[in-house]
């Protein structure tokens, strides 16, 4: 992303992630979805910088980030990669920060909330639900639209061995389906995150993997003790609750006490597709 320090930190034992810094002012943390890394942030970030220092990383397992092997189910947890997220903000200097994550990244935003609420001081979701709420609102014909969550759910060998067989038909799918602009993503950036995808194959499968398990195991744990997000939180999301049959802002409010949730016209990628929507959220949220 012109204008921004490129950077190598380590984070955990043989961990290191690639991350961009750019801008001065208080610390706001951007993570990534499936299937891209820390370009997907490149036109809100641009903008944010002019009064915030915007940290953009690749996760763990994601982009030029380190891809440890899943030997135990908890590589990829998300409390895992959250505490990647604290140890990267405290190794740049800061140790209260907003973050901000959409798909994937916001999974891992929301157990960073959980886990480490001391440390974020805002926190933003982009176009998904939390992990539990997630599982729970899929059933029936419509959980079709998911399809490559119990595709990866599956134990480690047949989902990466299938996607291995046609990684540019897999990723691509998403990139083309969940795209109202094509336009939006640009033949470069997204034979980058092609790119990137075919190289992180057993990483990618790992991190959804833990989104069936262990995942599920830490939402339930504190749906029953209580815990909740006590920080300012906005939820971005496309108006698919209707469709799948659940009250996407009553679910969120039971996990968020401070919430403002908005709808926004457009497909999944929306910090591409609607930048200047993403970014006016943002700057509303931080004032908060």
């Known amino acids: 992303m012109p204008g921004f320090r490129y950077r190598r930190v380590p984070v955990a034992d043989g961990v290191e992630l690639n991350v961009a810094v750019g801008g001065s002012g208080s610390p706001l943390v951007l993570l ?3 299937p891209q890394t820390h370009l997907m942030w490149r036109h809100v970030a641009e903008e944010l910088a002019a009064d915030h220092t915007v940290i953009c990383p690749d996760l763990r397992g994601y982009g ?11 590589v990829y947890a998300k409390r895992t990669m959250a505490a990647d997220v604290i140890a990267l903000a405290r190794a740049l200097g800061h140790e209260r920060f907003a973050l901000a994550g959409h798909d994937r990244g916001a999974l891992v935003a929301v157990r960073a909330g959980l886990d480490h609420p001391e440390h974020i001081t805002h926190l933003a979701s982009l176009d998904v639900l939390p992990t539990l709420d997630m599982w729970e609102a899929l059933h029936g014909r419509t959980a079709a639209v998911g399809f490559h969550l119990y595709l990866m759910a599956q134990p480690p060998g047949l989902p990466e061995q299938l996607i291995a067989g046609a990684p540019d038909a897999f990723f691509g799918h998403f990139l083309d389906a969940w795209t109202q602009r094509p336009d939006a993503l640009p033949a470069d950036v997204r034979e980058a995150y092609l790119k990137a995808s075919r190289e992180a194959i057993p990483s990618i499968v790992a991190d959804y993997r833990a989104s069936a398990a262990i ?12 815990h909740r997000l006590t920080m300012p939180v906005t939820v971005l ?20 006490e401070d919430l403002e949730h908005t709808t926004v016209t457009c497909g999944h990628f929306m910090a591409e597709e609607a930048p200047e929507e993403v970014s006016g959220a943002l700057r509303s949220l931080l004032a908060r």
Request: charged share 30%.
């Open 32 to 34: 990534h979805g499936f």
């Open 64 to 74: 030029a980030s380190d891809k440890p092997e899943d030997t135990e189910g908890t």
């Open 215 to 226: 995942d599920v195991e830490h939402d339930m744990a504190d749906r029953a003790a209580g």
């Open 237 to 256: 999301q496309q108006d698919w609750g209707a469709a799948l049959g659940f009250d996407a802002v009553a679910l969120w409010r039971s996990w968020a």
